[in-house]
C-alpha cells in the first residue's frame, strides 16, 4: 500500500446506505478517476460514524473536515474544491448557531460530551480490515489475557470493572461467568446475543457492521475466562450486512491463526460460527435463542435451570450481549479501574444509545454512564426539531417506559431508571414533543408486544391482548371509567405471573404513561378529548361561516363526499361520516377549516344512543 | 431439486432454520412448498409437523408464493412517529395490494415488519437485502418505479 496525500472515510453503515453513500462512494470514484486523481486518495468505507441525520456523513483526513448530506450532485463540486484546490467545501460542513461553518469532527457538539469505548473505531477503520483493527490495539488485549492471566483472574478483573450486561437486564457480566466457570463439563459455549430487536435501539448492528473483529475478541475473552471453546454469534436475519461482516472476520482471523487452536501459543483453543433468526423478538431472550439455535420454535423457557448452568445442547453456556462484548478488549487492555472511574455507583463506563425521535441529532452516541437526559437529548442531540416543547422521553423500548420533563435532571443509570418506572433495556431513547398523544404512543407499544408475544404463557399472550382492547377502546372514544384501573390490574399481573423478561416488562409502557400522563387518559375517557388531536375518533374538523368563502374546493377534494354546501350558504362538514383524513384544511385557500381536539357533539350522542340500543338489547 | 441444497448442510436438527433460508432465498417465489418441506423432512428426519411449527413461529417464512421484490416496511413504533403510516398508505395506493398480498403482476409482496434498525433514518423499509430510509411519499413512487425497471 503507498502512503496517499488524503484518507476519505466514507460513513457505510446502514443509515447512511439507506440514504445512498454506497452511490456517492462510486461516483467519487469515477470523478477521481476521470480526474487522474485515484493513486492520490485513499477512499475507506467506515462502519457507523454515529450522526444518522446527517447522512450520508463522511471525514476527510488528515485535517479531520466533517462533511453532511452529502448527495450526488455534490461530487464534483467536493473534488474540485478540496481534493483538487485543497480548501474545505464550505457548503458541506455543519454550521454553528452564528451560521459559522465548524471544520473538524471533534469541534461537532455532537460528539463534544461522548466517550466512545465500543464505538472507538465504528467510522474510524475499515471494518472489513483485519490489519486495520490490529492497528488500532486490537487483539492486543486478548494476547495479554492468553499470555499472562488465569480464566481466574480474567473473571476477578471483569468483576472489577464493574461491566454489567448491556442487552437490558444489566446483570453483572462477571457473575455470569462465575457461574459458568464453576460447572466441571468440558464442553461449554459463549453466544454472541446479536438478535437485537427493542424498536428504537441499532447500536449491536452499528457494532457488529462497524467493528466486527472487536465483538470477536470480546467473545475470545469471555471464552477463555469460563474455559468454552466454541462461539456462537447469533444475529438476526434482518441484518445482512452485520452477517456478512461478522462471518469476514471469523475468517480473517482463522487466517491470522488468531482463531483456531493453541491461539497465541497457549493451551487455549477456539472456533466460531453465525447463526441467524428468521424473524422473531422473543429469540433476543436468553433461552428463546438457545432454542433457535438448536432447531426449534424460539419459546422461551423458565429458569432456573440458567444457561450458565445448562444452555445450548444442555451444556453450561453464557449469553452476552453485543456491545457488553465490545466492551472487553478495551477494559482487558486499559484495566478495570480506568473503566470503573467513569459511571455511577453500580452503573461503570459508558453505554451506547440510539438517539431517536424529535431530536435535532439522531443517530448513535456513547457516553458515560449517569450523564442526564437533559445532557443527552440537549446537549449531545441539539435540542427537540423546530424548537417545539419536549413532552417525554421513551427509553427501553417496549420493555421499558415514558418518563417526563421532571426527569430531565435524573442521571441515566440501571438502578434510578428503573425507580422512576423506566429501564435502560439495550439504550433506544426516543424523544417525543408536544405533538405526540402519550396514550398512542403506549397503545402501539402495546400492540408490538401483542403481536411479538410467542404465545407460551398465558399472561402474556391473553392478558396484553386484554390491555389493547382496552387501550384501543379507550384511543377510540368508547373508554369507560374504571378502564385505567383495569389496565393497572392486569399490567402488574402480567408482570408478575409472565414467563420470561419480555413478558414481565410488556405493560411498562401503559403502566409508566399512566403514572406520568394520567390525565390524558382521563382526558380520553371522560371528556372524550385527545388534546393532540391524534386520535382521530377524539377530535374534528370544523368549518369557520365567517371566513369560508363558499369555494367549494374543499367539497370536491373530499374522498367521502361529507362536505356540502353553496356559495351563499358556505360549507359544512357531515360529521358521522367525516373520515379524518384532513384534506379539507390542506387545499383550504383561506385557512378557515381548525382542528377540533375533541369528539363532536353529534358523534358523542349518536354513539350514546348505540350504546343504550345495544345494552337494551342485551 | 432440493439435493443441491440439502448437501451443503449436515443432516443435524440444528441446520432446520439454515436450510429453509437456504430454500426460501433461492426460489424466485420467495416461499417454502410443501414438496420443498417434505425433502427437508426426509434429509433431517423430522416430522413435517415440527418443520411447519418451526416456519409459522417465525416471520420471514412464507407457505405462500410471494413477489419477486418484499418490501418490508417498518411498524415499529419510532417509524410510526416519524409518519409511517402515511408511507404503507401510499404503498397500498401505488401497488394497489393489501399487507401480505402480491400485485398481479407477481412482482411485489408487501409485508409489515419489526424494527429493522435504521431508527435514525425512520421511517424505514426494506425490499429484499436493501435498505430504504427517510421515506417520503415521493420518495416511494420513485423507488418501486425503478425497481418496476429491474424486469
Known amino acids: 500500500m503507498s502512503l496517499k496525500r488524503i484518507d476519505l472515510l466514507i460513513c457505510c453503515g446502514s443509515g447512511c446506505v439507506s440514504a445512498g453513500s454506497l452511490k456517492i462512494k462510486e461516483k467519487i470514484q469515477a470523478v477521481l478517476d476521470a480526474k487522474g486523481l ?4 485513499n477512499i475507506i468505507e467506515t462502519g457507523c460514524m454515529g450522526p444518522c441525520d446527517y447522512g450520508p456523513v463522511m471525514i476527510v483526513y488528515p485535517e479531520g ?18 481534493f483538487i484546490k485543497g480548501r474545505p467545501f464550505k457548503r458541506l460542513m ?3 448557531e452564528e451560521k459559522k461553518a465548524i471544520s473538524t469532527q471533534k469541534d461537532i457538539p455532537f460528539y463534544q460530551k461522548q466517550v466512545k469505548v465500543a464505538l472507538s473505531n465504528c467510522g474510524y477503520i475499515d471494518p472489513e480490515k483485519l490489519e486495520e483493527y490490529i492497528a488500532q490495539g486490537g487483539y492486543e488485549a486478548l494476547g495479554t489475557v492468553l499470555t499472562t492471566m488465569s480464566p481466574k483472574d480474567a473473571i476477578v478483573l471483569a468483576e472489577k470493572s464493574g461491566l454489567r450486561g448491556r442487552g437490558g437486564g444489566g446483570f453483572p457480566t462477571a457473575l455470569k461467568w462465575k457461574l459458568a466457570s464453576g460447572s466441571k463439563d468440558n464442553q461449554k459455549y459463549v453466544i454472541c446475543n446479536g438478535d437485537e430487536g427493542d424498536p428504537g435501539a441499532f447500536m449491536d448492528r452499528s457494532l457488529l457492521e462497524g467493528d466486527p473483529h472487536r465483538v470477536l475478541e470480546g467473545m475470545m475473552i469471555a471464552a477463555y475466562s469460563v474455559n468454552a471453546n466454541k462461539g456462537f454469534f447469533y444475529i438476526r436475519a434482518e441484518y445482512p450486512l452485520a452477517i456478512k461482516r461478522i462471518k469476514l472476520a471469523i475468517e480473517q482471523a482463522k487466517e491470522a491463526g488468531l482463531l483456531g487452536k493453541n491461539i497465541f501459543g ?24 438457545i432454542h433457535s439455535i438448536e432447531g426449534l420454535r424460539g419459546h422461551p423457557s423458565a429458569k432456573p435451570p440458567y444457561p450458565s448452568d445448562k444452555g445450548l445442547w444442555g451444556k453450561p453456556t453464557i449469553v452476552n450481549n453485543v456491545e457488553t462484548l465490545a466492551n472487553l478488549p478495551t477494559i482487558f487492555l486499559k484495566g478495570a ?5 467513569m459511571g455511577t455507583e453500580t452503573s461503570k463506563g459508558t453505554k451506547v444509545f440510539a438517539l431517536t425521535g424529535d431530536v435535532k441529532n439522531t443517530g448513535l452516541v456513547e457516553v458515560p454512564m449517569g450523564i442526564t437526559l437533559r445532557e443527552m437529548i440537549y446537549e449531545v442531540g441539539g435540542g427537540i426539531v423546530d424548537d417545539r416543547d419536549f413532552k417525554a422521553v421513551q427509553l427501553g423500548g417496549p420493555s421499558g417506559g415514558c418518563l417526563t420533563k421532571e426527569h430531565l435532571d435524573v442521571p441515566v443509570d440501571y438502578e434510578s431508571l428503573k425507580e422512576k418506572g423506566a429501564m435502560m433495556g439495550s439504550g433506544g431513547v426516543i424523544v417525543m414533543n408536544d405533538s405526540n398523544c402519550m396514550v398512542s404512543i403506549a397503545k402501539f407499544f402495546l400492540e408490538f408486544s401483542v403481536e411479538e408475544s410467542c404465545g407460551k404463557c398465558s399472561p402474556c399472550r391473553i392478558g396484553l391482548k386484554q390491555m389493547l382492547d382496552i387501550m384501543e377502546r379507550i384511543t377510540s372514544g368508547k373508554g369507560v371509567d374504571g378502564d385505567i384501573d383495569e389496565l393497572i390490574r392486569l399490567g402488574e399481573a402480567i408482570k408478575q405471573l409472565s414467563l420470561c423478561g419480555l413478558g414481565q416488562t410488556a405493560p411498562n409502557p401503559v ?16 371528556e372524550k378529548s385527545c388534546s393532540t388531536s391524534v386520535c382521530l375518533n377524539l377530535m374534528h374538523f370544523i368549518i369557520d361561516k365567517n371566513k369560508c368563502i363558499g369555494c367549494s374546493l374543499c367539497a370536491r377534494k373530499c374522498p367521502v363526499n361529507c362536505i356540502s354546501g353553496s356559495k351563499e350558504d358556505k360549507f359544512i362538514i357531515s360529521q358521522p361520516e367525516c373520515v379524518k383524513c384532513g384534506t379539507c384544511m390542506e387545499v383550504c385557500p383561506v385557512k378557515a377549516i381548525s382542528k377540533i381536539p375533541q369528539m363532536h357533539p353529534d358523534v358523542k350522542s349518536e354513539n350514546e344512543r348505540l350504546r343504550k340500543q345495544k345494552e337494551n338489547e342485551e | 431439486m432440493y439435493q443441491e441444497i440439502l448437501s451443503k448442510y449436515a443432516p443435524t436438527k440444528d441446520n432446520l432454520i439454515y436450510i429453509l433460508h437456504d430454500i426460501q432465498d433461492s426460489d424466485p417465489r420467495h416461499y417454502l412448498s410443501e414438496e420443498a418441506v417434505q425433502a427437508v423432512s426426509d434429509y433431517l428426519k423430522l416430522p413435517a409437523n415440527h418443520i411447519y411449527g418451526v416456519i409459522t413461529f417465525y416471520s420471514m417464512y412464507s407457505t405462500t408464493p410471494r413477489g419477486k421484490f418484499i418490501i418490508r416496511l417498518c411498524e415499529s413504533p419510532h417509524c410510526y412517529i416519524k409518519g409511517s403510516e402515511n408511507i404503507l ?18 412482482y411485489f409482496t408487501l409485508e409489515l415488519c419489526a424494527c429493522l434498525g435504521v431508527c435514525g433514518n425512520a421511517p424505514v423499509m ?12 415521493e420518495k416511494i413512487e420513485e423507488i418501486i418505479t425503478k425497481l418496476r425497471e429491474v424486469r
Do not use: P
Open chain 1, 266 to 289: 497457549s493451551k487455549f483453543s477456539f472456533d466460531a460460527e453465525v447463526r441467524t433468526g428468521a424473524g422473531a423478538f422473543v429469540c433476543g431472550e436468553e433461552t428463546a435463542l
Open chain 1, 38 to 41: 485515484l493513486h492520490e486518495i
Open chain 1, 94 to 96: 455543519l454550521q454553528d
Open chain 1, 337 to 341: 479501574e480506568w473503566f470503573s472511574s
Open chain 1, 511 to 526: 403502566l409508566s404513561t399512566i403514572r406520568y400522563f394520567r390525565n390524558e387518559y382521563e382526558e380520553h375517557i371522560r
Open chain 2, 126 to 137: 426494506m425490499v429484499n437485502d436493501d435498505f430504504y430510509g427517510d421515506l417520503t411519499e
Open chain 1, 65 to 82: 473536515i466533517f462533511y453532511k448530506k452529502v448527495s450526488l450532485d455534490d461530487v464534483e463540486e467536493l473534488v474540485e474544491e478540496h
Open chain 2, 89 to 106: 398508505k401510499k404503498i397500498k395506493n401505488v401497488l394497489n395490494v393489501s399487507i401480505g398480498e402480491t400485485t398481479k403482476d407477481g
